[in-house]
C-alpha cells in the first residue's frame, strides 16, 4: 500500500496518476478515503485523482499529540509535495472542506479551485455540539453500541441507507480512546468565515438537500462568501455523505466543474 511519510505521519494514499490537473480529496470525519471510491471510479478516465486518510483516520498512522485543521492542510501539502504536485484543485467533504479552506487560505498558489461537499467555514451549532458530546461520552464510556452506531450512521450518511453497514463495521473496529483527539479536532476548530474574502478561486459547493449534520442554508451562504463560487449544486434525496450515497449528480458537477477550468 503506498504511504507517504509527512511531518511525522505515516499518510495512506491513492493517486490514479495521469498528467492532468489532479483534483485531491479529502474525507469526513470518522471516514476514510474509500467514502470517494465511486468518483475515483467515475472520474479517473479523465481526471487525476488523488485520495488520502487524515491524521486518525483510516489506514494512515499518526503521531499522538493534537492537532487542528491548520496542521491536517500542512498534512496535505507535504503529500502533494512527495507526488510532485505543485498545485491542484482542493476538494472535501464535510471535514475534508475544512482543512481545505485553511488549504486554500495556506497555500493560494498551490490551489488551483476548490470543490466543498457538505461543509460550512464556521463551527458547530450548540445545540448539536450537546448532543455530539453526549454520543461521544457514550461511545468512549461503553463502548460503540448498535443503536448510538445506528445514530452516527444516520446522522453522516442518512436513515438506513444501505451504505452503512460497511462504515458501522469500521466504527466498531475503532478502539474508542482514538476517538477523543480526533473529536476535539472537529469540535475546537476554528471559524474562518472571516477569511473567505481572501480566497478568489473557483469553487463548486455541492451539498445535499437532506443534510442533518450542516443545513443546506449554511451551504448557500458558504458560495455566496466565496468570490469565485460558480453555484452550489443541490443534491436532492442526499443527507450529510452525498458524494457517498448520491454519487452520479456529485460526479456530474465535479467533472464539469474540472472541465470548466
Not at 467533504?93 to 488551483?112: C, D, E, V, Y
Not at 478561486?201 to 460558480?230: F, M, Q, Y
Request: charged fraction near 20%.
Amino acid at each position: 500500500m503506498p504511504f507517504a511519510d509527512v511531518r511525522g505521519q505515516r499518510l495512506y494514499y491513492q493517486d490514479t496518476g495521469g498528467g492532468a490537473l489532479a483534483l485531491v480529496l479529502s474525507h469526513g470525519f470518522l471516514m476514510d478515503s474509500d467514502m470517494f471510491d465511486a468518483q475515483v471510479r467515475g472520474l479517473r478516465n479523465r481526471h487525476r485523482i488523488i485520495t488520502w486518510d487524515q491524521r486518525g483516520h483510516g489506514r494512515t498512522v499518526s503521531s499522538p499529540e493534537p492537532f487542528t485543521y491548520w496542521d491536517s492542510a500542512e498534512d496535505l501539502a507535504g503529500l502533494l509535495d512527495h507526488l510532485h504536485v505543485n498545485r491542484a484543485v482542493i476538494g472535501g467533504m464535510s471535514q475534508g472542506g475544512f482543512l481545505s479552506l485553511r488549504f486554500a487560505l495556506a497555500h493560494p498558489q498551490r490551489t488551483a479551485g476548490l470543490i466543498l461537499i457538505d461543509t460550512q467555514s464556521g463551527v458547530e451549532d450548540p445545540e448539536k455540539a450537546l448532543q455530539y458530546d453526549l454520543m461521544h461520552d457514550v461511545w468512549t464510556g461503553s463502548g460503540a453500541a448498535d443503536q448510538l452506531l445506528d445514530m452516527v450512521a444516520a446522522i453522516i450518511i442518512g436513515n438506513h441507507r444501505p451504505e452503512s453497514a460497511e462504515w458501522k463495521a469500521k466504527w466498531k473496529a475503532l478502539d474508542p480512546p482514538r476517538l477523543t483527539p480526533i473529536y476535539r479536532t472537529l469540535m475546537d476548530r476554528d471559524d474562518v468565515t472571516d477569511r473567505l474574502g481572501e480566497l478568489h478561486v473557483p469553487a463548486l459547493v455541492i451539498h445535499g438537500a437532506e443534510d442533518v449534520a450542516i443545513d443546506i442554508a449554511i451551504a448557500e451562504r458558504l458560495c455566496s462568501n466565496l468570490s469565485g463560487c460558480r453555484g452550489m449544486v443541490r443534491v436532492e434525496g442526499a443527507g450529510h455523505a452525498s458524494n457517498l450515497t448520491h454519487p452520479e449528480p456529485v460526479n456530474r458537477a465535479i467533472s464539469g466543474f474540472l472541465e470548466s477550468i
